[in-house]
T-cell receptor, first 110, second 114 residues
Framework: DAKTTQPTSMDCAEGRAANLPCNHS???????VYWYRQIHSQGPQYIIH???NNETNEMASLIITEDRKSSTLILPHATLRDTAVYYC???????????FGSGTKLNVKP | GAVVSQHPSWVICKSGTSVKIECRSL??????MFWYRQFPKQSLMLMAT?????????EQGVEKDKFLINHASLTLSTLTVTSAHPEDSSFYIC??????????FGSGTQLSVL
């Protein structure tokens, strides 16, 4: 069962930062936060994951609050190709289950 | 990132026939693979967890005799939809877990049952 809450949709102007929030208030100490995105009719694409500390890679940054009850995925300079459904997933290390919630549809507009 | 190959990309079949979908991890060994299905404008729904060398674990409500999963090697898992019917038409997606606890997905298979 999904343990996350995300807004249904968001708009972002091309070239601006896209900040996608995720609420995971019931997260436990050994659970990681993962972010994936799915472009229409394709398999989901891994973006980033983290446990407590903020993380950054070539695609995005992940900011996790100190109490770990929420996080934000940041796409620093959104492009039209970033239009997709973004999924925030909470899962234990060495997991055997990986459930998707409803995700956020990000619309990047010119 | 790691590559997961899924084949075929799309398949059209007659009602009552069986369809096999393959999922391969191309550059890593995957002891665990997952199978999902997705209906239009909906999220991915986990169907089953496939562990190499053992029986798959199915989610509640998923018929194990309908959706046969085989994970015979560390790089290959197959999903067979047996006696397919129009209501089985869906987008099926596999994924494989790496040792670094990332999950990589195949490109999906669109199944249409006539």
């Amino acid at each position: 069962d999904a343990k996350t809450t995300q807004p249904t949709s968001m708009d972002c102007a091309e070239g601006r930062a896209a900040n996608l929030p995720c609420n995971h208030s019931t997260i436990s100490g050994n659970e990681y936060v993962y972010w994936y995105r799915q472009i229409h009719s394709q398999g989901p694409q891994y973006i980033i994951h983290g446990l407590k500390n903020n993380e950054t890679n070539e695609m995005a940054s992940l900011i996790i609050t100190e109490d770990r009850k929420s996080s934000t995925l940041i796409l620093p300079h959104a492009t039209l190709r970033d239009t997709a459904v973004y999924y925030c997933i909470v899962r234990e290390y060495n997991f055997n289950k990986f459930y998707f919630g409803s995700g956020t549809k990000l619309n990047v507009k010119p | 990132g790691a590559v997961v190959s899924q084949h075929p990309s799309w398949v059209i079949c007659k009602s009552g026939t069986s369809v096999k979908i393959e999922c391969r991890s191309l550059d890593f060994q995957a002891t665990t693979m997952f199978w999902y299905r997705q209906f239009p404008k909906q999220s991915l729904m986990l169907m089953a967890t496939s562990n190499e060398g053992s029986k798959a674990t199915y989610e509640q409500g998923v018929e194990k005799d309908k959706f046969l999963i085989n994970h015979a090697s560390l790089t290959l898992s197959t999903l067979t939809v047996t006696s397919a019917h129009p209501e089985d038409s869906s987008f099926y997606i596999c994924s494989a877990r790496t040792v670094r606890e990332k999950l990589f997905f195949g490109s999906g298979t669109q199944l249409s049952v006539l």
